[in-house]
């Protein structure tokens, strides 16, 4: 249990964190209402919600919402909660409805929330004002496709919130190829450890060469030598503001339009450029194909997604010490052509992000493995210390160190720090 003489925001320093933070529950609830129903939290790609009446439902925490899209289109968040008795009225994971009906005594509500029909209504005259009793709705707002949803009717805006973190989102999008990017598919999973973990792993290039080995040793050696990052000098990190983070491990693939026609074409893709080739033009393919591995930049924007080179990570605290993670593989939104090249974008996934794959398995055995470790003297701090000493200022004013450095960890406790003490 927290102890009642320290806040929780004196828990974190400039080098270190509590060990607390990884497992008292006590912690962890504060951060549910403090954190996740105070600031923007990501809950869909646009892709998912292709016109009116399509929807998902997700979480904003642990509070249950539903995603949708009203008759004209706009987005909206919707607590998955009747009004009547509290029942969840969706638990399909996607799907489109003309409204939403409540199964327990079929209360029905429009897409935009408003309660429309009261089955066997006497008994409710003078009593129930329809108008009074519509679904609790979050603010929605997007940038670039993203959705993100929050319970906080002050906070800025989205755009305020991503702030710097824009830019980088408009070069992720970029590997589309020149075709907007929809969602191909997606997997979850549960580790046993706390969000905050999974939250660090992101921006943490430190790990790769000794998590990822065997990753290393499955690929083609152009995509291994292309991520040995470890040492080189201009594969750096940057702390954007508002606990997001960029770490550029592929430098020269992170504006993906910055090409001059010289670097070669993996050979691993000979075969989709033959198949490209027969409908597209050179530059189309090249382009396409360069952007097979995604961006060279993991992008972590707090507190729940990351854009992690080709895919979205998308973390769900559950409890202290379990979290849901989804991974989500995209890709071009094109003619049916560029379906070939989402086959093999999807392999590519398959093979680290997979639950079969050479990466994820991984990386959640170091994630259980620190949680495990954190139950032994909790009262240990957690380091976040590498490259402090060799940390800059770039020239956009942000926090900067090599690549295997914990600036982004730091960035993301200090906006932990910052809310955790919001009273």
């Known amino acids: 249990m927290t102890d009642n003489a320290t806040a929780p925001a004196e828990l974190v320093a400039g080098d270190r964190v509590a060990g607390r933070l ?10 549910l209402t403090r954190i996740f129903e105070r600031t923007w939290v990501w ?90 009793l519509s679904l609790k709705t979050l603010r929605t707002e997007s ?101 997001h983070s960029v770490m550029q491990m592929v430098p020269e693939h992170s504006d993906l339009d910055a090409d001059d026609g010289t670097e070669p074409l993996q050979g691993r893709f000979d075969d989709l450029v033959q198949e490209l080739s027969k409908t597209l033009d050179p530059a189309q393919v090249r382009k396409l194909v360069r952007a097979m591995h995604g961006t060279g930049f993991n992008l972590n924007l707090f507190p729940n997604v990351s854009m992690s080179s080709a895919f979205f990570r998308v973390l769900r605290p559950v409890a202290v010490d379990e979290t849901w993670i989804e991974h989500v593989a995209i890709g ?44 032994g003297a909790p009262e240990m701090p957690i380091m976040v210390n590498r490259g402090l000493g060799r940390e800059t200022t770039s020239p956009e004013g942000w926090p900067t160190a090599h690549v295997t450095d914990e600036t982004g960890m730091r960035a993301a406790y200090g906006k932990w720090k910052e809310m955790m003490g919001d009273d």
């Not at 979480?59 to 539903?66: L, T």
């Open 22 to 31: 990884y497992t008292d529950p006590d912690i962890f609830d504060q951060e």
């Open 43 to 132: 809950v869909a790609h646009e892709s998912e919600l292709p016109g009116p009446g399509t929807f998902k439902s997700t979480h904003v925490g642990k509070q249950p919402v539903i995603v949708t899209r009203d008759r004209k289109g706009e987005l909206r968040t919707l607590l998955n909660r009747c009004r009547h008795r509290g029942a969840s009225i969706c638990e399909k994971p996607s799907g489109k409805a003309n409204g939403f009906t409540c199964p327990y005594h079929a209360w029905s509500y429009g897409l935009n929330g408003k309660l429309r029909g009261i089955p066997y209504p006497d008994g409710y005259e003078g009593v129930v004002d329809k108008a009074e």
């Open 143 to 243: 940038y670039g496709g993203l959705v993100f949803a929050t319970f906080n009717d002050a906070a800025e805006s989205l755009a305020e919130f991503l702030g710097d973190a824009r830019a980088w989102i408009d070069l992720f999008m970029k590997q589309g190829g020149g075709y907007p990017i929809k969602v191909l598919g997606k997997h979850r999973f549960k580790f046993r450890g706390n969000w905050k973990i999974q939250l660090e792993n992101t921006t943490d290039g430190y790990h790769f060469p000794i998590v990822h080995r065997s990753w290393m040793a499955s690929v083609d050696a152009e995509t291994a030598d292309m991520m040995s990052f470890m040492t080189d000098p201009a594969a750096i990190t940057h702390d954007l503001g508002n606990g």
């Open 332 to 375: 071009p939104d094109g003619p049916p052509e560029v379906e070939a090249v989402n086959r093999e974008r999807l392999r590519i996934h398959e093979h680290f992000q997979g639950p079969f794959g050479f990466g994820t398995p991984d990386d959640a055995e170091g994630w259980d493995r620190v949680q495990r470790g954190a139950q």
